[in-house]
């Protein structure tokens, strides 16, 4: 009888030698002449643990990790193809602790089935939401939707269900679904994970998408810089083609709706959704004013819902598990759960997706293990480069969208950098400012000017020129970028400045020069 092996191939555990260990294997069992057979997944977002090699036992999945390929060969002499002991043996996957207290409905199917398996999504659940979709009226369906409560995943958290309405009730001969997969934050990873690990999860809710909304059409835009999400995804909707989900008859219902995907060019700028309309249509990635809005006059000038690979991935569970049944997760006005992604410099780094309501210091601490570098934590950005930085005296601020906005915080697309003591903030603030000047589109002043200037202003506080009135000088210029630049990429660089003056304000004074000679 076969042994069957799971091994990743999510770019994250192929950087740390994945296809090696993959490859070892399969030698090692030519030699030896052993019959197995390796199933290569998406990854469960223990990266920490990659690469990580999974057998099948009659008790279930038995973990190892992390595995070198110089670790194979005492592996199979240790019984790797039953589930022997071995000091790399971590278990039962499910029982590790870190996978252990996560609520996964997005992630259910990730690093389990093969994602270009169409018989392993539906063996796991897939499709169902597809097929109660297809037994509602369009209202029905986007009503479902507006009571499950979910809300944007990518960043200013709006309601998924009324932006669905607007393009429903919106007049048009054409409409469109796009998906903004331009996952550029730092520290993010989940949309990727997605894309390499079950992209028919998101191929389903985007087609569910479309019969809500009347669109016959829809656009994945994917980052230049994820090729194996691209090529995977790609593959995935030729199957899902194939097998009949998509064309012009969705799974026989006379819905016509189709996928396509397209590769953007790398500007962090596209992740903003005019932005990235510009770049869908072939011209430069620059920000459109709105109104009017792209539920009314988006792609080409027709309506068009846009939401992140999050959001739409979340919506085949609402389907088919129900409205009440997702709401029921989470606190306030932030239900479901949220993919978590816990990066820089912590011991356990990955993906974990939990219910909102879980506070920030949990996931450092507890989930993440505190920093890899065994110092402790002086500072953690929520939200990518655009993010506020929280200092410890925040940490029991829950996970949620109203919560992180009293604090002056952003949840965003979920990404938590971690630095510890060593962290110059000052340096962190010029980044930020650094980084908006870099990625500006350019069209509007605050953004293009305020930036550079404020790259300037923070250099001449670095070298202790008039550092009171500078620092009065940089709060006044994130003042204007925040409420005078047209999009979130200016409006929102003032979060990590102000959030590193206001909570680290030691690191912007006239001694700063003496406490770094001191460290």
């Avoid at 709060?475 to 630049?485: A, E, H, P, V, W």
Wanted: net charge negative; proline share 5%.
């Amino acid at each position: 009888m076969s042994a069957r092996l799971f091994i990743s191939r999510d770019s994250g555990a192929l950087a740390v030698g994945a296809e090696e260990v993959a490859q070892a294997i399969t030698a090692s069992a030519g030699r030896r002449g052993l019959d197995i057979q390796i199933v290569r997944t998406g990854s469960r977002g223990l990266y920490w643990l990659e690469p990580t090699i999974e057998v099948e036992t009659p008790e279930g999945r038995i973990a190892y990790g992390p595995v070198a390929a110089g670790d194979v060969e005492g592996l199979i002499d240790a019984d790797l193809l039953t589930g022997g002991a071995h000091a790399l043996r971590v278990g039962r996957p499910e029982q590790i602790p870190f996978l252990k207290r996560q609520t996964r409905l997005t992630f259910a199917r990730c690093g389990i089935t093969d994602p270009l398996s169409i018989e392993d999504y539906r063996a796991h659940g897939g499709f169902q939401g597809l097929e109660k979709a297809l037994r509602l009226t369009a209202p029905q369906i986007v009503d479902e939707v507006t009571q499950s409560g979910l809300r944007g995943r990518g960043g200013a958290g709006f309601p998924t269900g009324i932006k669905w309405k607007t393009v429903l009730d919106a007049v048009g001969d054409r409409k469109y679904i796009v998906c903004n997969a331009d996952e550029g934050d730092s520290g993010t990873f989940a949309d990727r994970m997605i894309l390499e690990g079950d992209p028919f999860l998101l191929i389903e809710g985007m087609i569910i998408a479309g019969i809500a909304t009347g669109a016959t059409k829809g656009f994945i835009y994917i980052r230049s810089e994820y090729p194996h999400g691209i090529a995977t995804t790609r593959d995935a909707i030729e199957i899902a083609r194939k097998a009949g989900y998509l064309g012009a008859s969705v799974h026989g219902s006379g819905h016509a709706f189709d996928l396509e995907v397209r590769a953007g060019a790398g500007a962090y700028v596209c992740g903003e959704e005019t932005s990235l309309l510009e770049s869908l249509e072939g011209k430069r990635g620059v920000v459109r004013a709105k109104p009017p809005l792209p539920a009314h006059k988006g792609l080409f000038g027709c309506p068009t819902v846009i939401n992140n690979v999050l959001s739409l991935a979340a919506v085949p569970t609402v389907m088919a598990q129900g409205a009440a049944f997702y709401k029921d997760f989470g606190v306030g006005r932030s239900r479901g759960t949220m993919p978590i992604q816990l990066a820089g410099n912590i011991k356990h780094g990955g993906l974990f997706e939990a219910a909102f309501g879980i506070t920030l210091g949990e996931l450092v601490d507890e989930i993440g293990g505190g920093t890899a570098s065994g110092r402790p934590v002086r500072a953690v950005q929520v939200g990518g480069p655009l993010g506020a930085y929280f200092p410890r005296a925040l940490f029991d601020t829950p996970f949620d969208y109203e919560a992180f906005a009293a604090r002056d915080g952003l949840i965003g697309h979920a990404g938590v950098t971690v630095f510890d003591e060593t962290v110059d903030m000052r340096v962190q603030a010029r980044f930020a400012m650094e980084f908006c000047a870099i990625e500006s589109c350019g069209k509007c002043t605050p953004c293009r000017i305020g930036s550079t200037r404020g790259v300037e202003v923070i250099d001449k506080i670095g070298r202790g020129e008039a550092v009171e009135a500078n620092l009065t000088l940089v709060k006044d210029l994130c003042n204007t970028m925040k409420f005078g630049s047209l999009c979130a990429l200016g409006g929102f660089t003032p979060y990590p400045v102000m959030s590193a003056i206001n909570h680290f304000p030691e690191d912007f004074g006239p001694n700063e020069s003496g406490r770094q000679a001191a460290e």
